[in-house]
């Protein structure tokens, strides 16, 4: 049991350049998201899905895409990468979206945008 | 919108010691849960209590809830170097979205 895994560990992108941060599970859970971790700040959600075929946004959307067309996959494209996309992105499942539910966190991609 | 609140931001104690941190939220919560993050790995569950419970216990670990104050404790008794980490509370919202603080950097001193 992989659990949640995210590839690659490390991206220097320049600015306006595009990319895609894979994300996969194999724990069968329903619910996934992307979070952005910066210094001195919590996790703040980027996208969540529900279920395959069903994404949404979070806090902090802008400049990212998702999609989610297998309940395994939840990619997360960034669309022209801006210095202020420079961050940490984790992106973690739960069986559902309830609150009471645990997070499985993979081991998160460091990004800078120059 | 942040809800949850860390305190405090760091704390460096000897081994063998008790570590005490504290969230602090803001609007009403049905379940708040602790996470730990080893540097530079994910986060990792650590425990979760209802608003309806006062105090739980796992192990070492030892949480508390207080929804009149809209605050709770992590107790981490006898500290190991491995517990070194930082630790993040999150609380749910009605709308089902987990609200992150920004967590508590702990340094345990060998």
């Known amino acids: 049991n992989a659990g949640v895994t995210q590839t690659p560990k490390f991206q220097v992108l320049k600015t306006g350049q595009s990319m895609t941060l894979q994300c996969a599970q194999d724990?069968?859970?329903?619910?996934m998201s992307w979070y952005r971790q910066d210094p001195g700040m919590g996790l703040r959600l980027i996208h969540y899905?529900?279920?395959?075929?069903?994404?949404d946004q979070g806090e902090v959307p802008n400049g990212y895409n998702v999609s989610r067309s297998t309940t395994e996959d939840f990619p997360l494209r960034l669309l022209s990468a801006a210095p202020s996309q420079t961050s940490v992105y984790f992106c973690?499942?739960?069986?559902?979206?309830?609150?009471?539910?645990?997070?499985?966190f993979g081991p998160g991609t460091r990004l800078t945008v120059l | 919108s942040q809800q949850g609140e860390e305190d405090p931001q760091a704390l460096s104690i000897q081994e063998g010691e008790n570590a005490t941190m504290n969230c602090s939220y803001k609007?009403?919560?049905?379940?708040l849960q602790w996470y730990r993050q080893n540097s530079g790995r994910g986060l990792v569950h650590l425990i979760l209590?209802?608003?309806n419970e006062r105090e739980k216990h796992s192990g070492r670990l030892r949480v508390t809830l207080d929804t009149s104050k809209k605050s709770s404790s992590l107790l981490i008794t006898a500290s190991r170097a491995a517990d070194t980490a930082s630790y993040f509370c999150?609380?749910?919202?009605?709308?089902?979205?987990?609200?992150w603080g920004a967590g508590t950097k702990l340094i345990i001193k060998p």
């Open positions: 724990m069968n859970h329903e619910y």
């Open positions: 609007t009403s919560i049905n379940n």
């Open positions: 999150a609380t749910d919202e009605s709308n089902y979205q987990l609200i």
């Open positions: 973690a499942s739960s069986y559902s979206r309830r609150g009471e539910d645990t997070q499985y």
């Open positions: 209590i209802r608003s």
């Open positions: 899905s529900v279920g395959a075929g069903i994404t």
